[in-house]
């Protein structure tokens, strides 16, 4: 069995080498040859947690990972080809933009040769996988192929687990041949009882945007409930406890904050609404995340500085972390990220520190102020903002952190410290929803 990846972006780097892992003989394609040169010296163009020791493991001692820029080469063999390339929102509408999916498609039609099993793996609308069945069937009969939706579900940070030991995995086909052959393929899977739902192409790609919409609605549900704590009193910590104890409910992805940014909720939330709508069906709770989200880092830019009474020409604001979540260098949609330029513009100087997203942040917002630590970032600051829940920012030593401060005022937007003890360390305290 011989798997090719088209795209070496995280899905399929990450799906790729964990095919390589399974012990399948595994390709990834990609136009970009900076990107492959880079990869081929076994470094990952981005961080995540175990990728890097993957990609040196398959690469060069089990040589079961190679790296191609050439698809109708690499096709020939192919068993099975995954499509992996983005499908980022196009800049002035709420749609995913399919352009790189519709070329890949395209290029895969003009030289199959032997029969194989073409998987779409990006996040499409309701809908594409058909349309690209359309594609490939101008040029190549369909006794040639099949076309499968096969959903993602990888969370950065954590991509090698989710892949390795998922809750479940979805495969969308038309017939049992392609269906047994993704079976095979997940048969590692099977082996360790993974549940894995077998259904059609159209319900695969909805349980996609389903899953992520709805936890994303589970966000920004309990940071309206927070805001509402913060109003009469109450404490969204033990509001979002008590409500997870419930079984149906569920503790996961009830964590108020700034808001959930990242490569993949924002934009599914924006696309599945945006499917929604061209088939004349509102999904008004999706919107109302969408909007809820939208204006939610914002609003927290707000409070910080109104507690400065608005005036931060010339104040020193420190931001601990700017990746949208802690183990990635991603800063795409990172709430740190809008917050930090928020306060920017308003004329606050702004030092900021990050393990890992440094480098990517400096290239939208050069004229921060980077530093090496978090003591560097303490230093005469005027308020310091945790915006990142790195584990690292969670054992501070308190009595030093007020000492380099100019003035100890803490705005905690992940919740990781307590209220009562850092208020006892003499320091001003800023949860959310407390
Ligand atoms: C998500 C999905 O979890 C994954 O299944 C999907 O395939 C891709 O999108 P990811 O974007 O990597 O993964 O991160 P995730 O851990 O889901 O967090 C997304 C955002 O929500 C982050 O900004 C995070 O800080 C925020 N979040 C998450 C909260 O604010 N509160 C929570 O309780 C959980």
Redesign the pocket.
């Known amino acids: 069995m011989k798997i090719v990846m088209v795209g070496t972006g995280y899905v399929g780097l990450v799906s790729g080498l964990c095919f390589a892992e399974f012990g399948f003989e595994t390709l990834c394609v990609d136009k970009n040859q900076a990107r492959l040169n880079g990869i081929s010296k076994g470094v990952c163009p981005f961080f995540e947690p175990g990728l890097d020791d993957l990609l040196v493991k398959h690469l060069n001692l089990t040589k079961r990972f190679s790296l191609s820029n050439n698809l109708q080469e690499s096709l020939k063999e192919a068993n099975v080809v995954f499509i992996t390339v983005g499908t980022p929102t196009k800049r002035l509408e709420n749609e995913a933009d399919l352009k790189a999916v519709h070329e890949v498609a395209k290029e895969i039609a003009e030289n199959i040769i032997n029969y194989c099993v073409v998987v779409i793996k990006s996040t499409v609308p309701v809908g594409t996988t058909r349309k690209i069945k359309e594609i490939i069937s101008q040029k190549v009969s369909e006794d040639k192929f099949d076309i499968v939706s096969n959903p993602?579900?990888?969370?950065?940070?954590s991509a090698i687990k989710d892949f390795m030991r998922p809750d479940r995995v979805v495969i969308g086909t038309e017939n049992k041949k392609s269906e047994s052959i993704m079976q095979e393929i997940y048969n590692p899977l099977y082996l360790q009882e993974t549940s894995i739902v077998l259904t059609t192409i159209e319900s695969a790609e909805v349980i996609k945007y389903a899953?992520?919409s709805f936890?994303a609605t589970k966000?920004s549900f309990i940071n309206e409930v927070a805001d509402l704590c913060e109003t009469i009193g109450g404490n969204v910590l033990d509001v979002a406890k008590a409500m997870g104890l419930d079984k149906r409910i569920g503790e996961?992805?009830?964590?108020a904050?700034p808001?959930?940014?990242?490569?993949?909720?924002p934009k599914d939330v924006k696309a599945f609404s945006a499917t929604a709508k061209k088939h004349d069906v509102e999904l008004s709770i999706i919107n109302a995340v969408n909007a809820s989200n939208e204006a939610r880092p914002i609003k927290i830019a707000s409070r910080i500085k109104n507690r400065f009474n608005n005036k931060l020409e010339g104040i020193v604001i420190g931001i601990l972390g700017l990746s949208?979540?802690p183990n990635t260098d991603d800063i795409r949609n990172s709430?740190s990220i809008i917050i930090a330029n928020e306060l920017y513009k308003s004329g606050a100087i702004i030092k900021c520190f990050d393990p890992y997203a440094m480098n990517n942040a400096k290239k939208v917002l050069p004229d921060l102020n980077y530093c090496n630590s978090v003591d560097e970032v303490c230093k005469g600051s005027s308020a310091l903002i945790i915006a990142t829940e790195w584990n690292e920012f969670k054992v501070f030593d308190l009595n030093k952190i007020k000492k380099l401060m100019k003035d100890p005022v803490i705005f905690d937007l992940r919740n990781i410290y307590n209220n009562e003890a850092v208020k006892d360390f003499g320091i001003e305290y800023h949860g959310v929803g407390q």
């Open positions: 993602e579900f990888l969370s950065e940070g899953s992520n936890l966000i996961k992805f009830l964590h904050g808001g959930f940014g990242g490569s993949c909720f949208f979540k709430t």
